[in-house]
Every structure is written in structure tokens, then in C-alpha cells.
Nanobody, 122 residues
Framework: QMQLVESGGGSVQPGGSLRLSCAAS????????IGWFRRAPGKEREGISC???????KYADSVKGRFTISRDNAKNMVYLQMNSLKPEDAAVYYC????????????????WGQGTQVAVSS
């Protein structure tokens, strides 16, 4: 069974950091692009970063310079290091796999994780 599982969410103060992980099982990640998305309360889900199978990386302007996406194909893992977190970063974060990155988002996303909650408040 192909599956993605996110972890690492939590509650931090503004300016804090979190590292999200996305673990794949049932398939090998190295042939896929992986994207990170988030959905804030009352808002549409948005793509924020994408890493292709060839390690090309893009970020949305809202997270550029603060978030870092990386992948470890040997471990079948993708990570999102989030620094300098802001209250507006609070959301449920999802990873997804697909064939290609289209800019900083995944096209088309074919498999989704269940999400991990990130809260940012003082």
C-alpha cells in the first residue's frame, strides 16, 4: 500500500523553528517529485515548496528564505525545515507525491499524506 505520513508538527512561538518529515512507504520516492502544501483555517490549500526527482527546488514567496525542503532518497524521506515561523504560517501541512514540480507546487499531486498541524502563537 502506497502511503505518505507526515510528522514533526507542533506548537511554537513566533520566530521558532520546526522540522517536518514526510515518510513514504509502499513505493520508492526517488522517481517522484514531492511537494509541501498547507491549509490555514478558512483558506484554500496552497503549495509552498516542491523538490523534483532531480533535486530542483522552488519555494513560494511567502516562505522563501525561511523554509528549506530536502530529500533523502536512501531513507525514503522528504523534510521541510521551517525557521523564523510567523503566526500566518499556522496551518495543517501536507506532503504529496507526483510526477513534476510546476514552479513551487506539484503537478499533478497523486498521493497525499494525512497532514500535520503547525501552530504559531505567543
Amino acid at each position: 500500500q502506497m502511503q505518505l505520513v507526515e510528522s514533526g508538527g507542533g506548537s511554537v512561538q513566533p520566530g521558532g523553528s520546526l522540522r517536518l518529515s514526510c515518510a513514504a512507504s509502499g513505493f520508492t520516492m526517488d522517481e517522484y517529485a514531492i511537494g509541501w502544501f498547507r491549509r490555514a483555517p478558512g483558506k484554500e490549500r496552497e503549495g509552498i515548496s516542491c523538490i523534483s526527482s532531480s533535486y530542483s527546488i522552488k519555494y513560494a514567496d511567502s516562505v522563501k528564505g525561511r523554509f528549506t525542503i530536502s530529500r533523502d532518497n536512501a531513507k525514503n524521506m522528504v523534510y521541510l525545515q521551517m525557521n523564523s515561523l510567523k503566526p500566518e504560517d499556522a496551518a495543517v501541512y501536507y506532503c504529496a507525491s507526483g510526477r513534476y514540480c510546476s514552479g513551487y507546487t506539484l503537478y499533478p499531486p497523486s498521493l497525499w499524506g494525512q497532514g500535520t498541524q503547525v501552530a504559531v502563537s505567543s
